[in-house]
Each structure stands twice: as C-alpha cells, then as structure tokens.
C-alpha cells in the first residue's frame, strides 16, 4: 500500500483498478466505501442514485461484469479488476442506448430518479435472456420501484428496445452467461 | 458502517487462520452490509472470501450435485441441472429477493440471511437475538411477520430464505470447514430453534465456513411446487412459503417432502407430516391431514394468527400443484 | 394561436427527457462543490420527553469528524412561531429542529454529526450516549377518540334536514371505514447541499416543491434576508414531502453557518419515516336513500389525527357534500393530537381518504339497492356544488362513466359478487368516481426572446416529474408560434418570478396561464417594435390581427405581410416580459373540479387471500390537456398510487414505541412492476373558459382518487367480502 494513501480511523485506503465505462481508473478507496458512494461521492457519476441505500429500491442498479447488481450493496474495494459500466456508459457519444431512447419515447419515467437504475436494469435483463414476456419482464424488473408509478411506460419501452438492445450486448453478454457456461456439464 | 480492515485470501486455510472473534467473512454482502449500514452488525474486519476456490457446480459420485458457496442464486437457478433436476430449488431462489440481489447473493450467504424482524433491525430497540437478554418487543408489538412454530419467549423471529425451504425439502448436506477441520451438517441441523439464545442462528461455531451445499440425486422433479405468499407479487418476503415435492405411484404417495418458510426460525420439516403421506392418494383428505400434522403446535400472536390457517391452505395448495406436475 | 403546428394538446417528449435517461439530470445531493462535509442525523429513539444529555465524546474522537451539533451548540436561531411558518404550514406552532432539549416524537431529529466523509459521519452518529427523561406517550388514534376536537377547517354548515331525511330513507346505510399512515416515500430521499460562499451568503441545492417557500423559510429561521438561493432544477419525486422545509435544510445550514463550511446533508431511507405523512384516519358514513336508490340524506365524518404542535387538515369530507345530487347532507372533521409529526399534504390530501369512504358507501348503498353502481351514480348525478351552491364550470363526468364503461366492458359485469371465477381466481369489476378541486393560485412569469433567436421563459416553480419543464415548453412556443426547439424553460430557482408551491394539480393553471400570459406581452412588444416605423406593413394593426407562427409574425388579413421575429429582435435587442397573473374573477361564480371514473378488475386467489388487479380504466375529465403523454403518464401514476393505497401501504407503528417499525422499502410496500397490470387512461373532451385562460384544470391528483375504493369495491365483487379497513391484505380477506 502507497505510504501517502488516505487514511480515516485508522484504516488505510486500498488501491483498485476498475474498467469503468470503458475507462481503466486507478482508486483508492476504504474499505467501506460502497460501489455507489465510490461512484457517487469520488467519482461525481451522480447517474447512478441512492434511493434506500439497502439493496431495496434498484435505484443503484449497475452493470459489474456485464450483471446487474445493486452497488449500494457491495464494497468497491471487493471489485479489484472488475469491469463496471454505469449509465453514465450506455449511451454512444451523443447516440442514445436504445434503451434510453425508448425509455423517453414511452415516457417511461416521471421524477426521473429510479431511471438510470430502471435503465441498467432493462439491459442487464435482456443479457440474461429470461425475460420472454410481458409477465416475465414485469417479474424480473420488480427490483426496481418507481415511485411515480411509471410501470406500464417502463414496460412498453423495454419491450420495444429488447431486441435492439439484444444486438448491442456482444462482449457483455457473454461475460454475463459465463458463470452459467463454465460450470455446464 | 464503523470503520473496519479488509483483507481478501486466496486460498480457504488462509481465510480461517485470519478469522478473530469479530471478524465477518464476505461474500456477495447483500446481507451483511444491510446490517452493518443499521450498525446491526460492528466487524473489526471483513475477510473477503469471494477469491476462494468455492465457485462451480459439479455432479457427485452420487448423482446429486456439489454446489460451491460462491455461486450466485442467479447462476444456481438458472444452471441447467438445477433446472433440469431441482426445479423446486430454482422455483425457490427465483422467488426471493430481486434479478439484482440473486446475481450478487451467493449460495453459502443465502443460508447465513438474518431475520427481518423490525426489533433486529431497529438499533434503537430492545431485541434479544441483536443484543441478548435486551427482551423482545416484538412479541407484544408489530408481530404480523412473525413465527406461528417453534417461537420461544425470547424470540418469534422468522428465518427469511426461500431458498433453505427448498433445500431443506431436497435434504440437502452444507459442507463447513473451520480452525477445527472439515464437517458435514444435514441441513435440517443447519438452522437452530431460538431457544435461549436465539442471538445463534445457526450451529456454525466461530471461523466456520460454508464451502459448498450438496443436493441428494433425487431432486423430485416431477412433481415438486414451491409456493410463496406475500404481501405484493413480488420483491417481498414471505408471510408462508411452502416447499412440496412428492414422488408418485399411479395416485398413491410413494413419498413426500414439505418445507415451509415464513412461519419459524428456520425451515420447518416434520417427518411425521411427510410420513402421514405416504401409502395416502393424493388428494385434499390426506394434503390436509398432513398439513395438521405439520402445524400441529402452533400458536400466534396479536398480529399473525391468520399465518397458520394460511400455513394450512397453502400447504394444501402447494401440494395440489406438486401432485399435477405443474410448473407454476 | 392553436394553429396546425402548435405544440398545445400533442403527445411530445419530455423535453427533460436525454438528460434523466443518461444520468445527467442532478439532483439536491448531486451538486460538487468544494471542501464540502458531511452531515448525518441522529434521530431520538422516545416519542415524548426531554434529552438530559448528549454525550459527543466518543463521536467526536472518531478521526474526521469536525462537528456534533445539537440544540446546545447550534447558532442562533429565531424564537418566535411566525418564522418558522411556511407557505404549506399548519394551523400551530411549525417544529424547529435542534430548539431545544424537548422530543416531541420518535424519530425527531436530535443531533447532526458532521465529518469529513459520509460513512464516518454516520458511523460517528452511532457513536452519541443519549439520555433522556421519557414521559408517557400517546400515538394511537383510536385510543385517544375521547380525547378529540373540532378540526379548524371550514366545513360547509348541514344543508337540509338530515334527521328526518335519514329516518324516512327506503335505506339507510352506517358504516365506518379506517385507513392507516402512508408516507411519500419519493425515490429520492430529502437532501440539502449548502454552498458556503466566500462572502457567508448561501446557495442551497434542495429537494422541495417550493425553492421560495424555502428560501423565506431559511431567511426568516436564520435572520438572513437576501442572502440565501434555492436550486432545485430536478426533484425526484415529492407527492407533497416537498411542500414544506424539511429538517435536513435547517440542519444542514445550521452546520455550514458554525463551520462556515460547504455541508451536505441527505437522509437515509428510514428518516423519510421521521416527517410529514398521510394521516391515518377513522370515518363514519351515513346514508339514506330512496328505493331507486337516490340520496335523500348523507352524513361524513372524519376523524384525522395530527401533532402536539400543530392541527393538520385536510379536504376530507366536503367531497361528500358536491360529488351527487343531495338535498341534505352533514359533514363533520375532528382531531386527535398525538405524540408524532404534523401529517402532510400527500397526494391528493383529504380526498384519497374522503372519496374512499364516500365510494365505497355508495357501492354498499348500490348492493343494498339491487342497482348497478354506474346506474347509481347516473341517478344522483349533478352539475352544481352543492356545498357552495354554485354550477360547475364544466363537469364531463358524465363522459367519463360512459366512455369508461364502454371501454372496459361494465355492461358484461354480473351483479352477484362470487359469480366470475378462474380456476383458483375470483374475479371482481369495480367502479368509484374521482374528484379534485380544478385550483389557481397567483403566479408570475417572465418570458424574454433574446437576438439568438431563443426563448427563454422563466418561474421559480418546479418539475417534480409532473412534466412542468415539458408543458411550459410547450405553452410558451405555441404562444410565439416558434418550434419547442427554440425554447428554454427555466425553473427551480428562487431568483426566478415569484410562483407558488409545486402542488395541488395547480401548476399548468397557475405557472402555465402565467407563461401563456408573458407570451402575450411580449407578442404586444414584437407588434409594437415593428409599428416603430410608419411604413411599416403592421401599421394600425392590432394583437388580434397578427398571428405568430413558425417563428414569423404575420398579418392574418395579409399572410404575405410576414416578419421573422429574429429579424424584429436584431433591431430592438432582447424583448422582455414579466408578468403576475391571479385567478380570473368570472372563477367566483362557479366550483371548479376535475372528475374521474374508474374501473377496476381484480383477480383474489379464493384460498390464499391474494389480490392482483388485473385491469384499470380511468376515465378523466380535466379540461384541456395540454401533453397527453405526460398527463397520461401522471394518471397511470396516481392509479398506481391507489392501487398501492388499497393493497398494500402501511407505516405500521409500535405504540408502546411510539415509532414506526417498518421504516423501509422492504417493509413498507409500494407496488413493484409486478404489481401493475394493464392501465388505460383516456381523457374525455372538456372545454372550459372559465378555470384559466388554458382551459386546463391539472392532473396530479385526480389519478388516485377514487382507485382504493374501486379496487375495494372489485374485492367485494370477487369476493362478497366488505373490506373497510385499508390495506386489503389478504389476511382480511381468508
């Protein structure tokens, strides 16, 4: 550990890498930063956000190695070398994901606070391909609460862009699947 | 959180030797920084065990299956023999929790899951099973969420996993291994009873861990039903969860297995109730005389009374649909 | 000005919209500023009493922190009642966090501890020995009814005579409903970032409905006129948490005021349970009707609960007294004062809980009768207010029951409950209508077209994701006739044009006919510019004899005669107009109200007691909408919101505790997608000169009301079941 690393009670901050949105960073961090306080309050990638801060809302929702997770739930010190893409990463250049452009087309939000969670959400989903219908999707984007109450407009928008999406994963889906692939018989 | 070291094996002895009292192992965290966020739960240190060689699933000699304490409930669910095989099981962990929480949440964590009790979690409160000998308020107070079996007077919390119910069902084995060496415990021992000391969870002792859950080759996949009811249709715990499996013979029970979540300290079996029926055809008479006998005892409080009439009908339910061989 | 290319009534996109689905928008926790710290609350574990001590010292050892502020440490702050009194404040006396040693509720804030860093901050928060002298605590409203009195609200005096009416009543109809605490919950939890500026004056990110409400709030608390800003250009979600200042921006301004330091404060999910709520209530509805099922006689009474230091009220029972045709009709509203926190206006405040008693009765009242529930609503139907005796200005709720009907299917609907079933599943139809007052509040706007070509039009009002930034948008471009393209709305910002409190469905009717207003003048000045020259073609031409459209002006006797406003705007530079526009007088003669009908099919699981709603119809009456998308969008919410209010949402509290228990989103359930099925919202024509110059009468609320009772109506119609104590969950329903 660098001598000149932050300390706070006591504790020395660790040294990570992450490829974050396709960018290799090199932190420090202690060890109880979460993903999304690294994100939020050293990073200032305020697009990922705090809702319940309890893994309760999906608010946090990123993708880490291609999966979604909740960032509130998870310490950024644990993810050494792991690969993060927030949305802050979705889009190309000033081209929005297709996700995104179907999210304002079907005015799949209100506040617009769960949205980059619901977002990342929708992508992880259709990465994991379980999702092939309505119901399902319903079913697998319930870690995701939306206040407003948008659900139908969230529904509509990923349902459209699933299968533009579905083109755009390559490398991350199969990062994603992997866990499932490696362990198959 | 309060401040804590970090340290991160690669190797499982290395990980117990650097076990200390108040040290946590970690692994997907989705629990045991909730806690930690609610000062629940103080460590002087986190051993980060997610570099340890525990990942995969592998057949056994025996036909079951070996599941490493780091798969996720996401590739445990999804895997193909699971699905193939244990299709309660899958049932089960797709039930709980949220897509999020199953991609981070590992095999061996799911089993360690606390309580989600208000009074636990409230650290301005008493509660016996965070700060033993406190009292538990929860018996006079908000109980609807509570245990109908096997409550004491110091605790009526209730474990929260679907997934245990179901492999509590299949008899699963958890695999440890601690400063004192390696062990096996059926899973129906896994889990304690609260007793006197419901601040124990479980009968791992201090800088055990779990390194694998090992499935039994009869995984009664045609006709298993895991049936959950809460209170929204989905990310909500269990009011009554009930794991069924039965192997059939024309109409007649051949055998049965029922596990039930929501309603005690752990996942509630009663080998009597899975023994009434077999030799019975299966059908409402026998799914009900087995549901009695499996409830036999329990009691409620202010608020959740109704879980045990509910208990009742959804073990009927669940039953009724294992016996069809339905895929809910 | 509505002309082909208008921008008013079209389904447009969010003009917010990239900036929410990239991560860009910022929220009140989201701002950078420099050398910022870290303040986190400590909350009291008693409901009433006093703190005798606060012990610090192990916080304070903890390497980071800088400062534990409490009531007897934090700066000076003022003493009288009036300066803690805000724009949505109750009648009493306002809280004032950190005053002094008394604890007034569980959960009240006590202590802010303050680090260089969030995770030690709370940490250090653990850390404080608090000791207190409790005292005995009442939180339980059904407990203390003995102890209840008149609310301070003005309720219509009894028309008729509900006595004898009642006593000859072919039926006759008591029954009482309950409903529990609810709290707003909005995705983001309340934040304040406090930029300490070099010179001691502050600007303030916060999330509220209201940056002047509390920008005043902060000058008058802190003696600090004309030295404090509030930002908030995005909200993410209020419902009404935002009406008022919350403990968090006092707290937070009180730190950076002593450290003379940039200080953040956000609140944790379980201190979003330490504020405003809806009240929980108890309500008795009488009715007496004649055989066809006609009211003769109707009595509402409400019983709400409220704080020690303030009487909250609400519009509970009036609806009773307007909604049908009823010659005699008492209505009555009492309080009980507990031990917790002033309730707070939350979405559609008085009438979630009203109408839900009130359409529920007329359900029982329409089994009692053997009449269909539509049908009985036909038969009491009314286009005067009766509480004021005044004609509506438009009411197509008649439009509303019959193309929402039609639309979902009402005419198929068997009349016995238990007579639809599936497999396992009772199906149940239901119906209830909705009713919210159509309110205009003063407002003010400015509007200035710059020599770029843009225009930017201005009010210090805000987007809580109703779409604000969208519709002013698009009232603004249809009024100059320019693309929505060329127009920026600005909000959010107390140093912009004074406007009201973000609430009540008032925005478009206040904010919007001011923006329409401003538009105006300054079309008055484009005309007046061109007529600078006496050549000019436009000479002798009035506002009325021009049209504004792709942004030229053109003479309407001579479409030729056309000058690009642009070209105007290069010779006089930048036009400005601000204007204040208050509600019409021609308003007085009239009520004013938004209606709706819906329709609701719900599924119970016969054995286990589960509930889906399957299906929703809501049919709206609300005069001119302005964005069908984003006023549809409010609707399918506030349906959610209902449905959320009829199944599921209950802050459960432990009174021997005196505190809330399931203070987080594991426990306190909202709907999840998994929840919602198919919502279709429709809105009926409406034309209404009389509300605004719009004819639009707002959105916000008029979704949620009435759902809870449609979907409880549903239940009994799958079930046989009356539920008369919200949530529906499916233990009463075994």
Known sequence: MNQNSPTAGGIIACPITIELNGQTRQLEVFPWTTLLDLLREQLALTGTKKGCDHGQCGACTVLLNGRRINSCLTLAVMHDGAELTTIEGLADGDSLHPMQAAFVKHDAFQCGYCTPGQICSAVGMVSEGRAQSLGEIREQMSGNLCRCGAYPNILAAIEEAMPETRKTLGAVQTDAQKGVREVQP | ?328 | MNSMTSPLGKPVDRVDGPLKVTGQAQYAAEFQVPGLLYGSVVNSSIARGRILQIDSSAAEAVPGVVLVLTHANRPPIASYDKAYEDEDSADGASFRPLFNDRVLYSGQPIALVVAENLELARYAGSLLKVEYAAEPHNTDLRARLGKMHKAPAEIPPERGDVGSAMASARYRLDVEYSSPVEHHNPMEPHASTVHYLPDGQLEIHDKTQGVQNCMHYLEAVFGMEGQIRILAPFVGGAFGSGLRPQYQLPLAVMAALKLKQSVRVVLKRQQMFTFGYRPRTIQRIGIGAGPGGQLEALTHQAIGQTSSFEDFTEHVVEWSGMLYQCPSVRLDYRLVSLDMYTPLDMRAPGAALGVFALECAMDELASAAGVDPLALRLTNYTDRNGNQDKPYSSKALRECYEQGAERFGWSKRLPEPRSMREGNQLIGWGMATGVWEALQMPASAKACLGPDGRLKVSSATADIGTGTYTVMTQIAAAALGLPMERVDFHLGDSSLSKAPLEGGSATVSSVGSAVQKACEELRQKLLDATQQSPESPFTGARLEDVSFNAGNMVLKSAPETSVDLQQIIAMTGALEAEVSVKPGEKRNEYATSTHSAVFVEVRVDEALGTVRVTRVVSAVAAGRIVNPKTAGNQIVGGVVWGIGMALQEESQIDHHLGRFMNHNFAEYHIPVNADIGAIDVLFVDEQDDVVNELGSKGVGEIGIVGVAAAVANAIYHATGKRVRDLPITLDKLM
């Open chain 2, 1 to 328: 959180m309060n401040p804590f070291s970090y340290a991160r094996p690669t190797r499982i002895d290395e990980a117990i030797s650097l076990f200390q009292p108040d040290s946590r192992y970690i692994a997907g965290g989705t629990n045991l920084l909730d806690l930690m966020k609610e000062n629940v739960v103080r460590p002087a240190q986190l051993i980060d065990i997610t570099r340890l060689p525990l990942q995969g699933i592998e057949e056994t000699a025996e036909g079951g299956l070996r599941i490493g304490a780091l798969v996720s409930n996401s590739d445990l669910a999804w895997h193909p023999l699971v699905e193939r095989h244990y299709p309660l099981l899958a049932q089960a962990i797709l039930a709980g929790a949220s897509a999020q929480l199953r991609n981070m949440a590992s095999t061996g964590g799911n089993l360690l899951q606390r309580t989600r009790c208000y009074y636990f979690y409230d650290s301005t409160t008493a509660c016996n099973k965070r700060e033993p000998g406190t009292g538990c308020p929860a018996r006079s107070g908000l109980n609807r969420i509570h245990a109908i079996l096997g409550h004491s007077d110091a605790c009526i919390a209730v474990h929260p996993s679907d997934m245990c119910v179901a492999m509590a069902a299949l008899d699963a084995v958890v695999h440890v291994q601690g400063p004192q060496g390696e062990r096996q415990i059926a899973f129906n021992d896994f889990h304690r009873l609260p007793g006197e000391k419901p601040e124990r969870d479980n009968n791992l002792t201090d800088g055990e861990l779990i390194t694998a859950v090992e499935l039994p080759a009869s995984g009664f996949a045609e006709h298993s039903a895991y049936l959950k009811v809460r209170d929204r249709a989905s990310y909500a715990f269990a009011l009554v969860s009930v794991a069924a499996a039965l192997k059939l013979d024309g109409g007649t029970i051949s055998a049965a297995r029922i596990a039930l979540g929501g309603v005690a300290h752990k996942p509630w079996r009663r080998a009597e109730a899975e023994a009434a029926l077999v030799g019975q055809s299966a059908g409402d008479a026998a799914f009900n005389a087995a549901a009695d006998v499996l409830l036999q005892g329990a009691s409620g409080f202010e608020h959740n009374t109704f879980k045990i009439d509910l208990a009742r009908r959804a073990i009927v339910r669940a039953l009724t649909d294992a016996a069809k061989g339905v895929a809910p």
